[in-house]
Antibody, heavy 118, light 110 residues
Framework: QVLLQESGPGLVKPSETLSLTCIVSGYSISSAYYWGWIRQPPGKGLEWIGSIQHGGSTYYKPSLKSRVTISVDTSKNQFSLKVTSVTAADTAVYYC???????????WGKGTTVTVSS | QSALTQPASVSGSPEQSITISCTGTSSDVGGYNYVSWYQHHPGKAPKLMIYDVTKRPSGVSDRFSGSKSGNTASLTISGLQAEDEADYYCSSYTSSSSWVFGGGTKLTVL
């Protein structure tokens, strides 16, 4: 059974960097697929942030590209998200997910809430 | 890159059928057969219901079906059940080599 688990600080100060990690169990992320990050701000819909291919190629939402970095650590079987210069608009539940085919995300983490506040 | 357009809410009675639309452009929904649909119960992780416009993942009820015409994709749920009450989101690949979600539709089972 493939499981994904997000981890990271629940509170980040404005202008600082948000860092989250997604730990994958039950599947080697170096084998195949894309691995992505999605968020849901309070009271709003889902927003795709970006994805990383198992080989390291990355794809980002154009409007976030300048602030977002997704990386993979195959030795730890995990991938990470960094969002720089955060504001209150980055407050959201952040999900990591496995993308098995062109945006088809079949396994999701439970989500982690990140609040941007001083 | 704008969010795909979905109705804010739809409703139906048990055993009825409902359809949720997802309208984009020729740069996303209309240009690619990579439309997915997700069911999201608040507080839980989203669940993939349809991918590649019409395909159902293993374990998803055949009461859920997907289609596409031009720039609009649709999700149809037949034989509505109380457990279907949730938020539904479409998503599509785009010409910017990225993915975009719809704004979401709240389904109420009356």
């Amino acid at each position: 059974q493939v499981l994904l688990q997000e981890s990271g600080p629940g509170l980040v100060k404005p202008s600082e960097t948000l860092s989250l990690t997604c730990i994958v169990s039950g599947y080697s992320i170096s084998s195949a697929y894309y691995w992505g990050w999605i968020r849901q701000p309070p009271g709003k819909g889902l927003e795709w942030i970006g994805s990383i291919q198992h080989g390291g190629s990355t794809y980002y939402k154009p409007s976030l590209k300048s602030r977002v970095t997704i990386s993979v650590d195959t030795s730890k079987n995990q991938f990470s998200l960094k969002v720089t210069s955060v504001t209150a608009a980055d407050t959201a539940v952040y999900y990591c997910a496995r993308d098995f085919k062109w945006g088809s995300m079949d396994v999701w983490g439970k989500g982690t809430t990140v609040t941007v506040s001083s | 890159q704008s969010a795909l357009t979905q109705p804010a809410s739809v409703s139906g009675s048990p055993e009825q059928s409902i359809t949720i639309s997802c309208t984009g452009t020729s740069s996303d929904v209309g240009g690619y057969n990579y439309v997915s649909w997700y069911q999201h119960h608040p507080g839980k992780a989203p669940k993939l219901m349809i991918y590649d416009v019409t395909k159902r993942p293993s374990g998803v009820s055949d009461r859920f079906s997907g289609s596409k015409s031009g720039n609009t994709a649709s999700l149809t749920i037949s034989g509505l059940q109380a457990e279907d009450e949730a938020d539904y989101y479409c998503s599509s690949y785009t010409s910017s080599s990225s993915w975009v979600f719809g704004g979401g539709t709240k389904l109420t089972v009356l």
